[in-house]
């Protein structure tokens, strides 16, 4: 119900994290039960929302290789429904439950307000994935992350700030990141 008048939900993988965003004051929060989150679940979610506005979706799954996985197979379910996929930055190993039990609504609520899109999430997953300490691993990365800044929109904030982070943790230039694929 807080959901459907909001436009947006948190989806978290099961019921114990539903509960505790629940008790917390999070009523937006919904389980997916398990980590794969499913095309007809998506296009749910993705109904959410007016002609004027479209649904927004906050993932909050553990922080863990299961979550994050998780979270770029539905980054790629969500490429053609129109959905607003954010991320919540989870602290290492916590799930949702955790957070709220030990920190607290407002520091759940917090990490929502900062919950980056989905393209910053997959992109620093590559550069923090990445064997940067070999050329061959970081020429790697550069591939990965070319390809997926390359959808994002030219001349804008995010796309700039996209190319700046990889160059960085890359140690190559911009013009590395901001050309097209080598062949």
Known sequence: K???????????????????????????AVAIMGTAMT??????????????????????????RAGREAMLRAARLAEDRGVDLRVIDMPEGTDPADLVNQDGADAFKERMDRAAPMIEFQVRRVLADADL??????????GEARKLISAVPERTATRDALVREAADRLDVPVDYVMAGPAG
């Open 133 to 142: 300490e070999t050329p061959s691993g970081r020429d790697q990365a550069l």
């Open 2 to 28: 807080d959901a459907m008048k909001s436009g947006r939900f948190v989806v978290v993988e099961g019921y114990t994290d539903v509960l505790a965003l629940h008790q917390a004051g999070i009523g937006e």
């Open 39 to 64: 095309q007809e679940q998506l296009a749910e979610l993705a109904k959410v929302g007016d002609s004027n506005r479209r649904g927004m979706v906050f993932l909050a799954l553990d922080a863990d």
